[in-house]
C-alpha cells in the first residue's frame, strides 16, 4: 500500500518499497489509498496495482501504476450530496404540504373563535361567567401559540424543499440568519457557546433558500472546527450589521482549528477541504461563495490564533422595491366583490367560507373541475381564490383554461398554496404574476390579500374602460 507522496498533483514521485517487500507473485486488482502530501495540504484518492518481476524465482523488482483518482472521487461524492439533498428537499417540501392544510384551519378556527368570544364576552359576563370566559381565552391563545411554532417548524423544513426557480424576492437576513441558527441549533450546542448580537440590516434581493443555505453552512463549518465535548472552552459568535457600502454584513466567528494561512487562500476552491477525509465534499464554501456572488456580494475569510476563524458575508442593500405590495390593512376604501373560493380540503373550505363571506359575496367548491363548470354558467366573479396542488386538475390548469376562455378572469385568480413540491408546481409560480399567498396564513393577511386583489381588479377595469367581466372569446 502506498501511503506518502511528494507534490501536489498526478506523476509525482512515489515510495514503492512497501509494494515490493509484499513480494508479490502476480497481478493483483487495483486498491485503493488515501494519499497525503508532505506539506499536508492536500489529499489525493489514488487505485494502485502491482506486478512482480520474477526471474527464475528469484524477486527483481516490481511494476507499480498509481491512478490519481482524486477528480473522479469527487465527483462522484458530488453526485451523492447532490442526490441527497434533492430527496431531503423533495420529502421536507411534501411533509410542509401536508401539515399545512391543517394548519390553516386550526390556526384560523381559532381566530374564528377568538372573535366569537369577543361577541360572548357581555352575556358571559351579566350570567357571572366572567372566570370561564378567561379560562376559553387562555385555551385559545394555548392553541395558536402552539399551532405557530408548527407553523415556524415547517417554514424551516420548507426551505430545503424551495425550488432554484423561484424569483428572487426581498430577504429580511437576520430572519433568515435566525432560521440558520434554529436548523443548526443542536450541532452548536455539544461544541461552543453561542453568542449572537444581529443588529438591523437593510433588507436584500435573494432566494431565502439560498441564502439560509449559505448561513447553515457557514454554521455548521465553524461547529466542526471545534472537537466535540470542549463546548465551555469555544464559542461561536454570530452577528450582523450595516457594512461601509451601507449594504448587510453578517459574520460567523468561532474560535477552533486555525486555518493555517498556506491555505488560507485555497478554502473556496471546488472539492479543497481542510476537513479529514470523508468529512467533508470540499463543495460547501464553493457553492456560499457563488451564491453571495451572484447576489452582487462577497465573502471573505480571516483566521489566526488570537480571533479565531472568521467568515464576513457582505450583501448590497436591495435596490429594487418588493413587487407586491406588504400584506396589511389601508386606509383605502374597503370593497367588496363575488368570491369563487376553490379547496379540496373541507375544513379548509369551511373556514374560507366562514373568513370570506363576512365580507364578500362566496360561492364556494372543492375541486377545480367543479369551479370551471360554474365560470362555464356565469364567470361573473370579481376574484377567484384557488388551491394549486388539488387532485385530478389543479390550480394550474385551471388557470390555462380559464385564460384562453375569459382573461380578465385569469388575471384576477388569486392562489394558496401549501408547498410548490414539485418543480412544475415551482416554475408555474414563478412564471406568474396573480397574487398568493402560503399556508397556513393569518386571517387578517388573506382579507387584506383580497382587498388588494379587488382593488387592482376595479383599477384594471377603471383602466381598460370595462365595466364587467366581458369575456373576449364567444
Known sequence: MVKLFRGDGPGLEVIVQQALDQRRTEHEPPSSSQL????????????????AIVHEGELLGAVVVLRDVTHQRQVQERAIVAERLASLGTLAAGIAHE?????????????????????????????????????????????????ERIQRIV????????????????????????????????????RAQLSVELSEVPPV????????????????????????????????????????????????RN?????????????????????????????????????????????????????GTCFEVHLPKAALTRSGRPLVETNEEEQHGRVLVIDDDPA???????????????VAVDSA?????????????????????????????LLRRV????????????????????????????SITNPRIQKPFQPIALMSLLQRGLRERKARESGNGHGNNGSQHA
Open 36 to 51: 497525503i502530501a508532505r506539506d499536508g495540504a492536500s489529499v489525493h484518492s489514488v487505485e494502485d496495482s502491482a506486478s
Open 99 to 147: 401539515v399545512n392544510n391543517p394548519l390553516t384551519f386550526v390556526i384560523g378556527n381559532a381566530y374564528c373563535i377568538e372573535r366569537m368570544l369577543q361577541r360572548w364576552e357581555g352575556l358571559l359576563s351579566a350570567n357571572g361567567e366572567a372566570g370561564e370566559l378567561d379560562n376559553a381565552r387562555e385555551f385559545v391563545a394555548d392553541l395558536r401559540t402552539g399551532a
Open 155 to 190: 417554514a424551516d423544513m420548507g426551505v430545503f424543499g424551495t425550488s432554484s426557480v423561484d424569483p428572487p424576492a426581498l430577504v429580511d437576513v437576520r430572519a433568515s440568519v435566525e432560521w440558520a441558527l434554529r436548523v443548526t441549533a443542536n450541532a452548536i450546542r455539544h
Open 205 to 252: 434581493v435573494a432566494r431565502e433558500s439560498e441564502l439560509g443555505q449559505v448561513f447553515v453552512n457557514l454554521l455548521v463549518n465553524a461547529s466542526q472546527a471545534i472537537p466535540e465535548g470542549e463546548a465551555p472552552m469555544h464559542s461561536i459568535r454570530v452577528a450582523s450589521r450595516v457594512d461601509e457600502h451601507g449594504g448587510a454584513m453578517v459574520s460567523v
Open 255 to 307: 474560535t477552533g482549528a486555525v486555518i493555517p494561512a498556506a491555505v488560507l487562500s485555497r478554502v473556496f476552491e471546488p472539492f479543497f477541504s481542510t476537513k479529514p477525509p470523508g468529512q467533508g465534499t470540499g463543495l460547501g464554501l464553493t457553492i456560499c461563495r457563488r451564491i453571495v456572488a451572484s447576489l452582487g456580494g462577497e465573502l471573505k475569510v480571516e483566521s489566526s490564533k488570537e480571533h
Open 348 to 362: 379548509v373550505l369551511r373556514l374560507l367560507n366562514q373568513l370570506v363571506g363576512r365580507k364578500h359575496e362566496v
Open 369 to 397: 373541475t367543479e369551479g370551471m363548470r360554474l365560470l362555464e354558467e356565469d364567470h361573473n366573479f370579481d376574484l377567484v381564490l384557488c388551491d394549486l396542488m388539488m387532485p385530478g386538475m389543479g390550480g394550474e390548469e
Open 403 to 430: 385564460e384562453r376562455r375569459w382573461p380578465r378572469v385569469a388575471a384576477s385568480m388569486v392562489f394558496m398554496t401549501g408547498g410548490a413540491y414539485t418543480p412544475a408546481a415551482a416554475a408555474f409560480l414563478a
